[in-house]
């Protein structure tokens, strides 16, 4: 872990031309919570590490009104869940970015270093797919947007150009009625990676549901976004039939691992089974069943 | 390479130190700056026993560079007694026996005082999931959650 040139820009065209000035060899620094790890196992070792916490846009929580809001990507899971505001709004997207880790490790923790960590069990990016994130990335050719499901592309990839930084993730407003939920299962009840990770953002008038979003994470290589899962809510009053159809859909697009934590046989069980909690419990807090 | 030259405030007094970029803010305490009572359990984050307070938050030490530290407030265990006099939590900690070892105990008393900052009236269901990041392999942790349930009981009577 030696000869390792650290800064701490303030601006993110001077962290971009940091990450590009060490050449495949630079680390964006977050919380730290997953490059101090690898770096210590010997799985990272970066020539740079680029420290992006002074750089405002990627430490703020900006409330632009309507339920929509910009949270920087290097915002700690524990300032985030003192967001009062944040938290109605998004009360998904917050519990499974505060699900990450200990209270320690939430000190520090930030859901662009989730995300970019690329892990299939990342427990905010179920939540946050659900919720229709957009992702703000700027690299050397300035900045584009793109939707959060987009980033992941195999375990520990992503499609991040070189020197690319994720900049902030943007919740979009939401109409009156909607919510949104996330469950993992886990073999204990606190601080392990989760077996299955279900997010669902819904929308739900006179008893409707009118708008669905379904992430579900730890079954493939990346999370996803389940479509079908969606579609299969809206139009229904999350009746039984209509709740097993999304689960159904669910199941469908499992392609998990054998491990210690879940078989595939099981994995793939629990995701139709965790999409009908969390769909309930979404409904629940938009006041719809 | 050459070091890096760190400005920081631990325990309220105003510190310099120098380091590389890849050493860890325990590794500064406790090699450079002779504050060993933060300890390395795992080094991953793992079990808490590094924990310290940065800019007022709770994290694991283990999981910071120490150039993060500059122009930033740490707090480690060494700030918790004044001189002699120890914090509640120390004394309760005695009190109860919530400890054996005592490798893991820095840890929980810097993490529960940053719970009891936050939080000066916790259900035990609240102090257990706030403490799940630090380990403990002597006491099975009934002691050590009892020990800061009553102290936040008297904390409470004294603020009345």
């Given at each position: 872990m030696n000869d390792i040139r650290y800064s701490a820009p303030h601006t993110i065209d001077e962290a971009v031309g940091a990450?590009?000035?060490?050449?495949?060899?630079?680390?964006?620094?977050?919380?730290?919570?997953?490059?101090?790890?690898?770096?210590?196992?010997?799985?990272?070792?970066?020539?740079?590490?680029i420290d992006v916490k002074n750089i405002v846009e990627m430490s703020a929580i900006e409330d632009k009104g309507g339920g929509a809001f910009r949270v920087g990507a290097a915002v700690s899971g524990a300032r985030i869940g003192e967001h009062a505001a944040l938290k109605k709004a998004w009360p998904g997207v917050v519990e499974a970015?505060?699900?990450?880790?200990?209270?320690?490790?939430q000190g520090r923790a930030s859901p662009g270093g989730n995300l970019c960590n690329a892990s299939p069990a990342a427990d905010s990016v179920p939540a946050l797919i659900a919720a229709g994130a957009i992702v703000a990335v700027h690299g050397p050719n300035g900045r584009r947007e793109v939707a959060v499901e987009k980033i992941q592309i195999g375990p520990g990839k992503t499609s991040l150009q070189p020197g690319e930084i994720v900049v902030s993730f943007s919740l979009p407003a939401r109409p009156a009625g909607s919510s949104d939920a996330y469950l993992r299962l886990i073999p204990r009840t606190e601080m392990?990676?989760?077996?299955?990770?279900?997010?669902?953002?819904?929308?739900?008038?006179?008893?409707?549901?009118?708008?669905?979003?379904?992430?579900?994470?730890?079954?493939?290589?990346?999370?996803?976004?389940?479509?079908?899962?969606?579609?299969?809510?809206?139009?229904?009053k999350l009746d039984a039939e209509a709740l097993e159809k999304a689960a159904a859909a669910c199941r469908a697009v499992c392609k998990p691992i054998n491990d210690k934590r879940g078989t595939i046989v099981y994995r793939t069980k629990i995701a139709g089974v965790l999409l009908k909690r969390v769909a309930a419990i979404a409904a629940e807090r938009a006041g719809g069943r | 390479m050459a070091k890096t030259h760190v400005t920081t405030t631990i325990n309220g007094e105003p510190t310099e130190f120098l380091c590389d970029a890849s050493q860890t803010m325990l590794d500064?305490?406790?090699?450079?700056?002779?504050?060993?009572?933060?300890?390395?359990?795992?080094?991953?984050?793992?079990?808490?026993?590094?924990?310290?307070?940065?800019?007022?938050?709770?994290?694991?030490?283990?999981?910071?560079?120490?150039?993060?530290?500059?122009?930033?407030?740490?707090?480690?265990?060494?700030?918790?007694?004044?001189?002699?006099q120890?914090?509640?939590?120390?004394?309760?900690?005695?009190?109860?026996?919530?400890?054996?070892?005592?490798?893991?105990?820095?840890?929980?008393?810097?993490?529960?005082?940053a719970l009891l900052a936050k939080n000066p009236n916790p259900t035990e269901t609240e102090v257990r999931f706030w403490l799940a990041g630090n380990l403990c392999r002597c006491t099975g942790y009934d002691k050590i959650v009892r020990a800061v349930m009553e102290v936040a009981a008297e904390m409470r009577e004294t603020a009345r």
């Open positions: 990450l590009l000035a060490a050449k495949g060899t630079g680390r964006i620094l977050a919380g730290g919570t997953d490059l101090l790890v690898q770096m210590k196992a010997g799985m990272a070792l970066p020539g740079a590490i970015i505060n699900l990450i880790g200990s209270k320690q490790i392990d990676i989760a077996v299955v990770g279900c997010g669902v953002s819904l929308t739900m008038k006179d008893g409707v549901c009118t708008a669905a979003r379904v992430g579900l994470g730890a079954v493939a290589p990346t999370v996803m976004l389940v479509e079908a899962a969606g579609a299969a809510l809206v139009g229904s | 500064v305490l406790r090699d450079q700056l002779g504050l060993t009572g933060s300890k390395e359990g795992c080094g991953s984050g793992d079990c808490g026993a590094c924990s310290i307070m940065l800019d007022d938050r709770l994290i694991c030490s283990c999981l910071m560079l120490a150039v993060e530290a500059e122009g930033k407030k740490v707090e480690t265990i060494e700030g918790m007694a004044h001189g002699e120890l914090h509640p939590l120390q004394k309760k900690f005695v009190e109860f026996a919530a400890l054996q070892c005592g490798i893991c105990t820095p840890g929980f008393l810097v993490a529960s005082k």
